[in-house]
């Protein structure tokens, strides 16, 4: 019996080992592959990630893009002669997907816009091979791909390329129009009635309040980040942010939240601290803007909110003043705000009354982040002032009235160069449009006119400096006019790395214009002689001249009305629309340019 099992046992095992061995095929093959695999993997990732730093390297230089690569590639343990291309291109953020935001050559990034004139991206390509040293044949027989490598050749190499495209982007950060160089912060009545004007609500800021407020800057991703918290967007993308409805209140606690993040804050910080806050209690409505409106983050809007704690975060600031002033003027949908009569205590000056407009609509931000390029804008205001003077006119026993029109010229702002190396300079070209100033009466109507062109000779009338009469007979009167208007005016600025730390602005003047701008409407700068068009009537029914004589007959009366006026034009008005002015962000024939931030770009990966 026993014997029968052992004869059955020893015929078993004669049928199994050939089993055995057909199975050993498979298991080895499987084992070959597997290695191969693995040696083609562990070559394709060391391949990969030198070519990455090649192209992070050549994103440098990238007139040098081919020697850079082929060194980082022998420095990484390759051979140069494993570069297949090192090609420059062009960085295109808005694209949707990675592979689309490289464009190869000088080439626009959409359909009619401009070729840009420099390269901001390069692309390398890298190649090498990995021999099949196990499964060769298996391979060969077309059982087998692997991936990026494709197929092996006839003697069993497995072919590998890698791709890595990277760009440098210098940023700048630029803001136009502020007019804070000509601002008073003492006249705080003034301040007051423009901002409350223009919130639609009463104000009462103190002189140190506005000091503080225009001395201070904060970060303008901080910023950001900070409103992200309170308008609900703290996760997304900073066009999100922008393109979304924010409230002034929450405008004015983002900035709060940023000044609280200093551990001692005091000084001017302080100040703007105490302004934000005694605003934020005295803002009515909460009126919303469009954010985007207001500011432009270029190539960060694509990035992640809670960028500005990245070590390669633009550091540009936002003038605390501006930030508050522009977004109460975007606010307000009306853009049109009204001052009653208002007493500043000017000398010589009893009241004033001040009707202002933004004549178009939001073209461009104010402030602007972001690559060669982008561009900010100032918008068109018109004003009217009238000034009631105090009875210093001894001759006649009474004051006089004197209207003024402002049309402050809208101006625009490009970034047009960003040096690095060997040092820090930004170049901006800037543009302000024609500007005028005149004494004289405007209808109300055509404040709000956007499409009507003021025409000096139809439109503005003279108007009553001097009245003496009884009742509605007037017995001397003087009416008058003047114009000063200015041309276009252009200016190639450069700022340096001093410049934009301490935030200096640089001015680009329109043509004819001067220091002392509304001086002019009283006296030529050029002959020295009254720039006054003046009228006299003796006898008068309303607004009716009944006998209208000749200057020479009272000319004592215009020889003082020209005394009385030159001073309080010079010294008073230029001073007092520069202010009023200024508080709106504007200023007449002139624009304030300031760089505010400037960052070097670090290379990185965009595919």
């Known amino acids: 019996?026993?014997?029968?099992?052992?004869?059955?046992?020893?015929?078993?095992?004669?049928?199994?080992?050939?089993?055995a061995a057909l199975m050993l095929v498979p298991l080895i093959g499987t084992a070959a592959l597997a290695t191969d695999v693995g040696l083609w993997y562990a070559q394709q990732r060391h391949l990969q990630a030198a070519t990455d730093v090649s192209a992070l390297s050549a994103a440098l230089r990238i007139s040098d893009a081919t020697a850079i690569a082929g060194n980082l590639l022998k420095a990484n343990g390759f051979e140069a002669s494993?570069?297949?291309?090192?090609?420059?291109?062009?960085?295109?953020?808005?694209?949707?997907?990675?592979?689309?935001?490289?464009?190869?050559?000088?080439?626009?990034?959409?359909?009619?816009?401009?070729?840009?004139?420099?390269?901001?991206?390069?692309?390398?390509?890298?190649?090498?091979?990995?021999?099949?040293?196990?499964?060769?044949?298996?391979?060969?027989?077309?059982?087998?791909?692997?991936?990026?490598?494709?197929?092996?050749n006839k003697e069993g190499i497995y072919p590998i390329s890698t791709r890595s495209t990277a760009a440098r982007i210098d940023e700048a950060g630029l803001q136009a129009g502020t007019g804070l160089l000509t601002l008073d912060t003492t006249q705080s009545p003034l301040l007051n009635a423009v901002l409350g004007g223009v919130l639609g609500t009463k104000i009462n800021l103190t002189a140190v309040h506005y000091n503080g407020l225009v001395n201070t800057d904060i970060d303008a991703l901080t910023f950001l980040d900070a409103l992200a918290t309170h308008v609900g967007a703290s996760v997304g993308t900073y066009d999100g942010l922008l393109t979304g409805k924010v409230k002034v209140g929450q405008i004015l606690q983002a900035a709060i939240d940023v000044l609280n993040k200093q551990d001692h804050i005091a000084g001017l910080d302080l100040d703007a601290l105490n302004a934000l806050l005694a605003l934020q209690s005295q803002v009515a409505g909460n009126p919303d803007l469009a954010l985007g409106t207001l500011l432009d983050l270029g190539v960060w809007k694509k990035q992640e909110v809670g960028g500005s704690t990245k070590p390669s975060a633009l550091q540009a600031g936002l003038n605390l003043y501006q930030l508050v002033t522009l977004s109460a003027q975007v606010a307000n949908s009306q853009n049109f705000i009204s001052i009653p009569s208002l007493t500043l205590g000017l000398p010589g000056v009893a009241s004033v009354q001040v009707a202002a407009t933004v004549i178009e609509k939001p073209q461009r931000p104010p402030f602007a982040f972001g690559p060669k390029g982008i561009s900010v804008h100032t918008a068109q205001v018109r004003t009217q002032i009238k000034l009631q003077l105090l009875d210093l006119f001894g001759l006649l026993g009474q004051g006089i009235q004197l209207p003024v029109y402002i049309e402050a010229a809208a101006g625009d702002a490009e970034l047009t160069s960003i040096t690095c190396d060997p040092e820090v300079k930004v170049g901006v070209a800037a543009d302000v449009k024609a500007a005028a100033a005149y004494i004289g009466t405007l209808p109300m109507n055509l404040m709000t006119n956007f499409s009507h062109k003021i025409n000096y000779q139809t439109?503005?009338?003279?108007?009553?400096?001097?009245?003496?009469?009884?009742?509605?007979?007037?017995?001397?009167?003087?009416?008058?006019?003047?114009?000063?208007?200015?041309?276009?005016?252009?200016?190639?600025?450069?700022?340096?790395?001093?410049?934009?730390?301490?935030?200096?602005?640089?001015?680009?003047?329109?043509g004819g214009a001067v220091d002392n701008l509304l001086?002019?409407?009283?006296?030529?700068?050029?002959?020295?002689?009254?720039?006054?068009?003046?009228?006299?009537c003796v006898l008068s029914l309303g607004n009716i001249c009944l006998l209208p004589v000749d200057l020479k007959a009272v000319s004592t009366t215009v020889t003082a009305l020209n005394q009385l006026l030159a001073p309080v034009i010079k010294g008073v008005l230029d001073p007092l629309v520069d202010n009023l002015l200024a508080a709106l962000g504007v200023r007449v024939g002139v624009m304030d340019v300031t760089v505010t931030g400037v960052r070097c770009g670090v290379p990185v990966l965009i595919e």
């Open 519 to 536: 001086g002019s409407l009283g006296i030529d700068p050029v002959t020295g002689k009254p720039n006054l068009d003046l009228k006299a």
């Open 459 to 510: 439109d503005i009338q003279p108007a009553p400096l001097v009245d003496i009469g009884v009742l509605f007979i007037g017995l001397v009167r003087l009416t008058g006019r003047a114009k000063l208007e200015l041309l276009e005016g252009h200016k190639d600025m450069v700022f340096d790395k001093q410049d934009i730390d301490d935030q200096v602005a640089q001015q680009v003047w329109g």
């Open 1 to 19: 019996m026993i014997g029968r099992l052992i004869r059955r046992g020893s015929g078993d095992g004669g049928s199994i080992a050939p089993f």
């Open 82 to 152: 494993n570069l297949t291309s090192a090609v420059p291109g062009v960085y295109c953020p808005e694209a949707a997907t990675p592979a689309d935001r490289f464009k190869l050559g000088l080439t626009a990034c959409q359909a009619g816009d401009p070729a840009p004139d420099e390269y901001s991206a390069v692309q390398v390509t890298a190649h090498t091979t990995v021999p099949g040293v196990l499964s060769r044949s298996l391979l060969q027989s077309g059982e087998g791909q692997m991936g990026q490598g494709g197929s092996p």
